[in-house]
Antibody, heavy 121, light 112 residues
């Protein structure tokens, strides 16, 4: 079955950087677009970014555009999110999510367990 | 951007009784391929979201048949025929038709 395991979260100071990883298994990773979604403490869900199956296309939400970079290594079945110039409002649990076989590249089905990023001085 | 509006935002239900959650979108969710990419996710306390329903009314594998989805265009509903204790959590609708994908605010379901 699909398994997505995020890592790399932690406490970081404002303005600093952090890289998240998501290890995928149980499906052919290189065939599917992948997404990042975040959830601030006690809040709802916010889509962050999507990357196409081959990494050639990337789209970002307005709140992270220019600061975050999504990438993937299909040889390692791993998705990444490089987060720069972090702000307090980036504090959230970050989930990687696999796209459904049907529909656009942001139509989600399976999610990982999430990794917590806390931006604080 | 598409706006997804759920109601109610909170629901207190007696065990064994039905529950219903509404989700309305500001734009039609019919995609260019003719399908409607409206999903329902369940988030139990302390867990990540789990998809229950895809394309309006299709249950994901392993989802109990007490969960059902219906609707079309801009108006959608998730129904739980008989609420069980394990159904406590927050339910989100999500549109996957238009970019950017958007979630409803979430509906918190608790047991009365």
């Amino acid at each position: 079955q699909v398994q997505l395991v995020e890592s790399g979260g932690g406490v970081v100071q404002p303005g600093r950087s952090l890289r998240l990883s998501c290890a995928a298994s149980g499906f052919t990773f290189s065939h599917f677009a992948m997404n990042w979604v975040r959830q601030a403490p006690g809040q709802g869900l916010e889509w962050v970014a999507v990357i196409s199956f081959d990494g050639s296309n990337k789209i970002y939400g307005d709140s992270v555009k220019g600061r975050f970079t999504i990438s993937r290594d299909n040889s390692k079945n791993t998705l990444y999110l490089e987060m720069n110039s972090l702000r307090a409002e980036d504090t959230a649990v970050y989930y990687c999510a696999k796209v459904d076989v049907y529909g656009p590249d942001w139509n989600l089905d399976s999610w990982g367990q999430g990794t917590l990023v806390s931006v604080s001085s | 951007d598409v706006v997804m509006t759920q109601s109610p935002l909170s629901l207190s239900v007696t065990l064994g009784q039905p529950a219903s959650i509404s989700c309305r979108s500001s734009h039609s969710l019919v995609y260019s391929d003719g399908n409607t990419y409206l999903n329902w996710f369940q988030q139990r306390p302390g867990q990540s979201p789990r998809r229950l329903i895809y394309q309006v009314s299709n249950r994901d594998s392993g989802v109990p048949d007490r969960f059902s989805g219906s609707g079309s265009g801009t108006d959608f509903t998730l129904k739980i025929s008989r609420v069980e204790a394990e159904d406590v959590g927050v339910y989100y609708c999500m549109q996957g038709t238009h970019w950017p994908p958007k979630f409803g605010q979430g509906t918190k379901v608790e047991i009365k």
